[in-house]
Structure formats: C-alpha cells, structure tokens
C-alpha cells in the first residue's frame, strides 16, 4: 500500500490536468477516468520525478495505468535510494 | 474477438472531423511538376509541405546518377547489408558521408526510421541507461523499445531538467543522451552546445540526429551541431536522405575506433534489405551536390525568413519567435478550425501539413508548413497571401 503522504502529493500535481474535476482515488486511472493522453501522463511523470528526486523511467509506464501503482512504484524507488 | 475492435476510437475520432473536400491523411499527389508544384485533386498546388528543404529531388547529377546505376546493377540487390547487400555504390555512398561529416566512419541503414532504430537498439544495452528529450521523433522512443536500456525522459529542450536526471543515474553506469538537432513539428532548433557540454559533464555518450537540419545548417550543411561548433561532443550523428538528400536511406557517422561492429549486433541493419543501387548512387551524387550549395542554402533561408516574418505580420499566431529553421510552424485555435483553415488552403492551391496530438507536444494544434530552396520569392509571397484569404474565408480571427 502506497503510503498517503505520496498520494497526497501526487493529487497535487495530478489537480491542474483534473478538467472534469472527478473525485481522486488511490483506483483512479490516468487513461480512461482521468483521460490523459499518454504525452500528458509523461510530463507529469517528469514532475513526480522533480518532487521526488528520482527516476521513474519509461519502461515502467506500460504498467502505471492507477494512481496507487505510481505511488506503489514511488515509494519503492524512493526506499532503494 | 476482433482485433481490430480496439482501434474503433481512433475510427470514431477521425470520423469526428469535419472535413468535407479533402482528408489530410489520405492526400494524393497525382502529379508532380517540379520541387515546389504538383497536381493534387486536380488543382496545381504550390508544395508547402514535403520535407524536400534542398530541392534535390531533381537534381539533375542525381537522377543521371541513379539512372546509370540502374542499368549497370539492376533495381534492387535482394539482400542484407551483412550478405549480398553490399555493392561498391554502398561503400562509396558510406566514404561521401563519413568525408561530409569529416569524420572516420558512416553506416549506411535503409531508412532513417531504421537509423535510429539500429543506433539506439544496440548501444543502450539491459544495465544501460538512454536519456531522451521528451519530442524526440518516434523512431528514437521506438529504438528505446527495442532495446533493453531504461528510458529517462526529460522536458523538451530543457537543460536543467536534463541535468537533474543525469545526477540521479549512477556515475558509472554506461549513459547515452539522444537529442535532435532540429524538431520537425514546431521547427524550433535545440540548445545543443548546452545539453552537450552537460552530458559530457556526467559522463554520456551522446547521440544527434540531425534529419531536419542537415543540408542548411552550419557552413557545410552538416547540421545544428556544425552550426554551434560541437560536433566534437557528438559520439554518434544520424541522418537521412529522406529530406534535403530528396531520397530515400539513413545514416550514422561516428569518429568512435570501434564503430565498426556495430555492423554485427544491429538488428534493424541486419535482418533488412539494402538500398536499391539507383538510390544509392543519387543520395551519393546529391550529398556532393549538397557540400557545394551555399547559395541554395542562403535561399532557402531567405525563404524561411520571408514566410516567417510575412504570416507573423500577417498577424498569425507564430510557434517559434523567428525562422529556426525552414519549418514554419503556425497554432491554430482548436481542431474545428485548424480542419477547415488546412482543407481551405488545399482549396486555394497551397499544401501544407496539418499536425495534431500526439504527433505534436503539448496538446497544440498546428499547420506545418515548410519551404524549399527551389520556392522563389514570389511563390513565398503567394502563400502568405493564400493564408490570409483562407483565414477570412473559415473565419479565423487574426
């Protein structure tokens, strides 16, 4: 389980791209609940990555479609160092 | 279940498109009267958006070239460049480019798409890391699938960015930055010394492809690095000859010692037929051609200069502040008008590109058009003015 700190912190950078201002749930899908394009899902990866001073690199994407497994997959990097 | 099914979004949106004269993605250009005009629907049309920058596509060397190499060596040689794909024109194309370049080695790849297929595929091995800008074209994303590095992105042109992440990546662990010269949607040109130098700074080989800025940039042509004075920190420039070479192939040349095995591990050079000699020999004859063309190229950039500062006079919303390079890039409100404005001007006799997400950053919407240096002053002129009467036609407010 992510921990909430970092979904908060992901809800923050996820508010701007939130047009139709649906409510943000750890389930919540970038593509079909949120409909982000994949370029748009990429530049706020790049912001995940700035607040968190790591990398979540590209290949990983494929498997990132909910909010909890890009926090799933911060807290994970963040642990390894 | 119907594999296609999933595809219905992609039907059900271009379904959703007014156009009602013509569609931009199944244009046909019937015939063809020369570098900057041909017959499309019947109407002669000014071409304003190939990618044929150099105008060589008849250059008269070049179809002499390939004509002679067709009738000497057949229309094609059935084989991989590693088995019976290899002629003399191939080694004699790879020594023009290597001498252009001014460097020791040229790989000569099938395609462009295939350059960077084949570059990146292999040098980003599984404990590897490749660093990209985010509007690198899709040929570098797809070699990054290809191959078995991990992919760091960064911000488009953004060296700060860029220099964060390289700080993240373990000192020694085997680094490639790929960056392109010019980018072809917005034809705004990269900060190249900068994201460089810093590459260098951490230690990573580096990659440059220059497709959209060889022929016209810097003093020989050789692209956006010559033009800035850092092809020194450039391990690997790619580039193709779909372009301002007007045929059809892609390179990469490289001063590296051990270049040459790269011959052995690169998959998409590998399992591919080679260049058909007649192409060979006219990508060879027009390169030549192209290394004495100073004056193509300052017309070419006159031209640039000319549509650039007459639609922004004209009051069109502008992509880049000025003419970076001869792709003129023009945001259109939103997908309603830029369909009309697009399907208009093809009305009016003027073909441009019509550029949508995800092709294009940011969500934007664009008409990308692009001279050539075969365009004269008034045919420039002649757009500019088929723009304004197409914008008062649909609508557009400029």
Same mark, same amino acid.
């Given at each position: 389980?992510?921990?909430?700190?970092?979904?908060?912190?992901?809800?923050?950078?996820?508010?701007?791209?939130?047009?139709?201002?649906?409510?943000?749930?750890?389930?919540? *899908?970038?593509?079909?609940?949120?409909?982000?394009?994949?370029?748009?899902?990429?530049?706020?990866?790049? &912001?995940?990555?700035? &607040?968190?001073?790591?990398?979540?690199?590209?290949?990983?994407?494929?498997?990132?479609?909910?909010?909890?497994?890009?926090?799933?997959?911060? &807290? *994970?990097?963040?642990?390894?160092? | 279940?119907?594999?296609?099914?999933?595809?219905?979004?992609?039907?059900?949106?271009?379904?959703?498109?007014?156009?009602?004269?013509?569609?931009?993605?199944?244009?046909?250009?019937?015939?063809?009267?020369?570098?900057?005009?041909?017959?499309?629907?019947?109407?002669?049309?000014?071409?304003?958006?190939?990618?044929?920058?150099? @105008?060589?596509?008849?250059?008269?060397? $070049?179809?002499?070239?390939?004509? /002679?190499?067709? =009738?000497?060596?057949?229309?094609?040689?059935? @084989? %991989?460049?590693?088995?019976?794909?290899?002629?003399?024109?191939?080694?004699?194309?790879?020594?023009?480019? $290597? =001498?252009?370049?001014?460097?020791?080695?040229?790989?000569?790849?099938?395609?462009?798409?295939?350059?960077?297929?084949?570059?990146? %595929?292999?040098?980003?091995?599984? =404990?590897?890391?490749?660093?990209?800008?985010? =509007?690198?074209?899709?040929?570098? #994303?797809?070699?990054?699938?290809?191959?078995?590095?991990?992919?760091?992105?960064?911000?488009?042109?953004?060296?700060?960015?860029?220099?964060?992440?390289? /700080?993240?990546?373990?000192?020694?662990? +085997?680094?490639?930055?790929?960056?392109?010269?010019?980018?072809?949607?917005?034809?705004?040109?990269?900060?190249?010394?900068?994201?460089?130098?810093?590459?260098?700074?951490?230690?990573?080989?580096?990659?440059?492809?220059? $497709?959209?800025?060889?022929?016209?940039?810097?003093?020989? +042509?050789?692209?956006?690095?010559?033009?800035?004075?850092?092809?020194?920190?450039?391990? !690997?420039?790619?580039?193709?000859?779909?372009?301002?070479? +007007?045929?059809?192939?892609? !390179?990469?040349?490289?001063?590296?010692?051990?270049?040459?095995?790269?011959?052995?591990?690169?998959?998409?050079?590998?399992?591919?037929?080679?260049?058909?000699?007649?192409?060979?020999?006219?990508?060879?004859?027009?390169?030549?051609?192209?290394?004495?063309?100073?004056?193509?190229?300052?017309?070419?950039?006159?031209?640039?200069?000319?549509?650039?500062? @007459?639609?922004?006079?004209?009051?069109?919303?502008?992509?880049?502040?000025?003419?970076?390079?001869?792709?003129?890039?023009?945001?259109?409100?939103?997908?309603?008008?830029?369909?009309?404005?697009?399907?208009?001007?093809?009305?009016? +006799?003027? #073909?441009?590109?019509?550029?949508?997400?995800?092709?294009?950053?940011?969500?934007?919407?664009?008409?990308?058009?692009?001279?050539?240096?075969?365009?004269?002053?008034?045919?420039?002129?002649?757009?500019? $003015?088929?723009?304004?009467?197409?914008?008062? /036609?649909?609508?557009?407010?400029?």
């Amino acid at each position: 389980m992510a921990k909430t700190a970092t979904l908060e912190l992901i809800y923050g950078l996820i508010g701007p791209l939130n047009k139709k201002n649906i409510d943000l749930t750890p389930a919540t *899908t970038f593509a079909a609940n949120l409909e982000l394009d994949s370029l748009t899902v990429m530049d706020l990866v790049a &912001d995940i990555e700035d &607040d968190f001073d790591i990398i979540l690199p590209l290949n990983m994407l494929p498997d990132l479609e909910t909010i909890e497994q890009v926090a799933d997959a911060v &807290d *994970t990097i963040v642990a390894k160092g | 279940m119907d594999l296609l099914d999933k595809f219905d979004n992609i039907t059900d949106l271009r379904a959703s498109l007014p156009f009602e004269k013509a569609d931009p993605f199944k244009v046909v250009i019937e015939e063809v009267i020369s570098e900057t005009e041909a017959i499309i629907g019947g109407r002669r049309t000014i071409l304003a958006g190939t990618n044929n920058y150099m @105008g060589m596509t008849f250059n008269e060397e $070049a179809i002499e070239a390939a004509k /002679k190499a067709l =009738d000497d060596f057949g229309t094609g040689t059935t @084989g %991989s460049r590693v088995l019976n794909g290899t002629y003399g024109g191939h080694k004699a194309l790879e020594a023009t480019i $290597a =001498d252009f370049y001014d460097m020791n080695e040229c790989m000569v790849f099938s395609t462009g798409y295939q350059a960077n297929l084949g570059m990146i %595929s292999a040098l980003g091995g599984k =404990d590897d890391f490749v660093i990209i800008d985010a =509007d690198c074209h899709a040929s570098i #994303y797809d070699g990054c699938a290809m191959g078995n590095a991990t992919i760091v992105r960064f911000k488009h042109n953004n060296v700060a960015q860029m220099e964060r992440r390289l /700080k993240r990546l373990p000192a020694d662990a +085997g680094k490639l930055v790929v960056v392109e010269g010019m980018y072809s949607m917005l034809g705004d040109a990269a900060p190249l010394k900068e994201l460089l130098e810093v590459a260098k700074q951490y230690g990573c080989m580096t990659l440059v492809d220059e $497709a959209h800025s060889m022929g016209f940039c810097g003093e020989n +042509g050789r692209g956006i690095a010559e033009e800035l004075g850092v092809e020194h920190l450039a391990d !690997f420039i790619v580039g193709t000859f779909s372009k301002s070479v +007007g045929t059809m192939g892609g !390179f990469a040349v490289s001063n590296h010692p051990k270049f040459d095995v790269l011959r052995f591990v690169s998959r998409p050079y590998i399992f591919t037929a080679s260049l058909p000699p007649s192409v060979v020999a006219s990508a060879t004859a027009s390169i030549k051609a192209i290394s004495r063309s100073g004056n193509r190229r300052a017309h070419l950039w006159e031209n640039a200069r000319q549509l650039h500062s @007459g639609l922004k006079q004209a009051g069109f919303a502008m992509c880049t502040e000025t003419a970076e390079s001869p792709i003129i890039a023009v945001h259109l409100p939103d997908v309603m008008i830029g369909t009309k404005f697009w399907e208009q001007l093809l009305m009016e +006799g003027v #073909y441009t590109n019509m550029a949508a997400p995800p092709a294009t950053p940011a969500g934007m919407f664009l008409l990308r058009i692009s001279v050539c240096a075969q365009h004269t002053s008034q045919q420039v002129a002649e757009i500019i $003015a088929r723009f304004k009467r197409t914008a008062e /036609k649909v609508g557009l407010k400029v």
